[in-house]
């Protein structure tokens, strides 16, 4: 449902951080997301929209191109 779950993943993965550290900074940033929905959305069972996209990037504190970064390289 989205080509960027995993790259999501693998960011916060290698920030160190828990889904748990993830959603909070979400939360603070003002999007309402739980932990099952990123586990969701990483999962690639759920869409993602641009606004959470950019707040996913925000929190992360990562350009919005890495998350789509890997599929870029993939497809070119």
């Known amino acids: 449902m989205n080509l960027i779950g995993p790259n999501i993943r693998e960011i916060r993965k290698r920030m160190d951080l828990s889904q748990k550290d993830l959603v909070a900074g979400c939360n603070?940033?003002?999007?309402?997301?739980?932990?099952?929905?990123?586990?969701?959305?990483?999962?690639?069972?759920?869409?993602?929209?641009?606004?959470?996209?950019?707040?996913?990037?925000?929190?992360?504190?990562?350009?919005?191109?890495?998350?789509?970064?890997?599929?870029l390289l993939e497809k070119g």
Do not use: C, M, N, Y
């Open 28 to 71: 603070l940033l003002g999007w309402d997301i739980s932990r099952g929905t990123l586990a969701k959305i990483e999962s690639q069972s759920r869409k993602i929209s641009d606004q959470e996209i950019l707040h996913i990037s925000l929190a992360l504190k990562v350009d919005i191109g890495e998350l789509f970064k890997k599929i």
